[in-house]
């Protein structure tokens, strides 16, 4: 009975602590400077930088393998890491990204991974937190060979210029795309 009631006792102050690490943990998105705006698709919707923002969780961490419908009905599985920034997105921003349409793969040259999206793909550098790349700037991105191209992987999600301007930041440059634009414009550093 008295291994039971420690037991017990363990459990609690454990439950306890995470639940305040977890408090403790939250971003508030009170604040209209924290905002910013997904360019998922030709029309904009809102994007919370506080939430897109979040590093990835440590392996100790790490959600359980999920699996999530694509388009076509096929499953896919979702984890690791990028389950953990998924499951950090807003509603509003796994709407913007969609279902998945593949599952998580190795980039080519195996220094990270990505899995794709029907409005984005998240994908991380090894040892690194995931980002989100989406929209224009997705496909400027992708017809600069993505992560295996010139401007290399992403080193922050996408954020909002004062002048409406979305822009993401790259190893080797920036991409930048207004309402409006046809095309994302790429900047090499």
């Known amino acids: 009975m008295r291994a039971i009631t420690k037991r ?3 459990f609690s102050i454990a439950l306890t602590a995470f639940a305040l690490l977890g408090a403790g943990c939250h971003q508030s998105n009170n604040s209209s400077s924290s905002s910013s705006s997904s360019a998922a698709s030709s ?3 809102a994007m919370t930088s506080s939430a897109a923002m979040a590093p990835s969780t440590s392996a100790a961490a790490m959600p359980s393998p999920t699996q999530i419908a694509g388009k076509n009905g096929t499953m896919y599985t979702i984890e690791g890491p990028i389950l953990a920034k998924y499951d950090s997105l807003t509603e509003e921003q ?4 969609g279902a998945p ?4 793969k190795n980039t080519a040259n195996n220094t990270g991974v990505y899995q794709q999206f029907d409005g984005g793909v998240l994908i991380m550098q090894n040892g690194g937190p995931v980002y989100i790349v989406w929209g224009k700037i997705r496909d400027a991105w992708n017809e600069n060979q993505a992560s295996q191209g010139k401007l290399g992987y992403p080193t922050a999600d996408e954020m ?6 979305y822009k993401s930041t790259f190893e080797h440059g920036t991409i930048t795309w207004k309402e409006g634009e046809e095309h994302a414009t790429v900047t090499m550093s």
Not at 94 to 97: A, P, Q, S, V, W
Not at 101 to 104: C, V
């Open 8 to 10: 017990t006792a363990s």
């Open 43 to 45: 029309s904009s919707s």
């Open 94 to 97: 796994k709407k913007d990204l």
């Open 101 to 104: 349409y593949d599952n998580q």
């Open 160 to 165: 909002k210029e004062p002048d409406g301007t």
